[in-house]
């Protein structure tokens, strides 16, 4: 009797150690970032913990894992292993697919592979991937998009993800987004400048491309809603940049203005095909709240503040833009 009850209370305080015993990251005061891919088995879970260290005994762990039933239930994801956790507690945890969201953050993006770079840089998902689903258009039309527009879909800011989200669910989630940010409100004010969500994207891109200064942008938007009403060309010259894909471009040339492109606003009127970068928010509210004015032009100002002097006729605006040039001469800027 005396040598079983030692045996039961040997066993007692063995299954106690090996469930409720701290086992992760013991000598350590930094969270451990565990990362388990789609196609993952528990082999490979069990194996970068212990080979980063991460679980001080493997075998406890394993113990564990396999009497909850987590080694045939391994669910992908990003999970944060923090110190001394207990193996009850690490178990449970990756079982019930308890993951850490990740943020996504994108701006300042002029073409698609820059889209591709930033929005998957904290995602199982691949650069790859995403450029196929964003250059298919046969995929994107589902959406109402062409290949021309879609860079209008995603609205930059930071969204809270899954780590492992799927190619696919990434995009129905950038679109819902696009539908939260076009509010009947706001789709109201697009009507009232005669346009749609992405036509506003066109221009606020351009607008943005014009200016850094975001005090700035609902006046640069009056002149080039101005010029859209009387069927002036816009002469953008962000679009030309745009069109010669050479972002470096510090002085247009005619060689850059007799570019055959629908997005040479130099060559054709009306707005581009689609935007040239991707519009902030600032720079889409600075479109739908736009200056009213009677500016027809502007040009950048002579002192490179990065803020530009704005005209009415063609006259006073030939004699800023002949102050800029000098500035650009001086500057040896060619």
């Known amino acids: 009797?005396?040598?079983?009850?030692?045996?039961?209370?040997?066993?007692?305080?063995?299954?106690?150690?090996?469930?409720?015993?701290?086992?992760?990251?013991?000598?350590?005061?930094?969270?451990?970032?565990?990362?388990?891919?789609?196609?993952?088995?528990?082999?490979?879970?069990?194996?970068?913990?212990?080979?980063?260290?991460?679980?001080?005994?493997?075998?406890?762990?394993?113990?564990?894992?396999?009497?909850?039933?987590?080694?045939?239930?391994?669910?992908?994801?990003?999970?944060?292993?923090?110190?001394?956790?207990?193996n009850l507690d690490l178990v449970r945890m990756l079982r019930s697919g308890r993951q850490t969201p990740v943020r996504i953050?994108?701006?300042?993006?002029?073409?698609?592979?820059?889209?591709?770079?930033?929005?998957?840089?904290?995602?199982?998902?691949?650069?790859?991937?995403?450029?196929e689903m964003i250059k298919d258009s046969v995929y994107i039309r589902k959406f109402d998009f062409d290949e021309e527009t879609i860079m209008s879909m995603f609205i930059p800011n930071t969204y809270e993800v899954w780590w492992n989200i799927a190619p696919d669910a990434l995009f129905d989630r950038m679109y819902k987004e696009y539908q939260s940010f076009w509010t009947e409100e706001r789709k109201a004010k697009a009507a009232k400048i005669g346009l749609n969500p992405?036509?506003?994207?066109?221009?606020?891109?351009?607008?943005?491309?014009?200016?850094?200064?975001?005090?700035?942008?609902?006046?640069?938007?009056?002149?080039?809603?101005?010029?859209?009403?009387?069927?002036?060309?816009?002469?953008?010259?962000?679009?030309?940049?745009?069109?010669?894909?050479?972002?470096?471009?510090?002085?247009?040339?005619?060689?850059?203005?007799?570019?055959?492109?629908?997005?040479?606003?130099?060559?054709?009127?009306?707005?581009?095909?689609g935007p040239i970068n991707l519009p902030d928010i600032n720079s889409l509210e600075s479109v739908l709240n736009s200056e009213n004015h009677k500016f027809m032009y502007f040009c950048a100002r002579e002192d490179f503040s990065g803020y530009h002097a704005f005209a009415e006729n063609y006259n006073d605006h030939m004699a800023n833009a002949r102050r800029y040039q000098r500035a650009l001469n001086a500057a040896k800027i060619f």
């Open 105 to 131: 953050t994108f701006n300042n993006v002029r073409t698609k592979e820059d889209l591709a770079e930033k929005i998957t840089a904290n995602l199982e998902v691949s650069e790859t991937q995403f450029l």
């Open 1 to 86: 009797m005396i040598g079983t009850s030692v045996l039961m209370i040997t066993l007692t305080f063995y299954f106690y150690q090996v469930f409720f015993s701290p086992n992760t990251l013991i000598d350590l005061e930094t969270n451990y970032m565990l990362k388990i891919k789609s196609n993952d088995t528990y082999k490979n879970v069990a194996d970068e913990l212990f080979e980063k260290a991460v679980i001080n005994d493997a075998l406890s762990f394993g113990f564990v894992a396999k009497l909850l039933g987590y080694q045939e239930a391994v669910k992908p994801g990003l999970y944060t292993v923090t110190p001394r956790m207990s």
């Open 198 to 273: 992405k036509k506003v994207s066109a221009l606020a891109s351009i607008v943005q491309a014009e200016s850094q200064k975001s005090d700035e942008r609902p006046r640069i938007a009056g002149v080039y809603l101005n010029r859209l009403r009387i069927g002036m060309p816009l002469q953008a010259d962000p679009t030309l940049v745009f069109a010669a894909g050479d972002f470096s471009i510090k002085r247009l040339t005619g060689v850059h203005m007799a570019i055959d492109s629908p997005y040479n606003t130099y060559k054709y009127a009306g707005l581009p095909p």
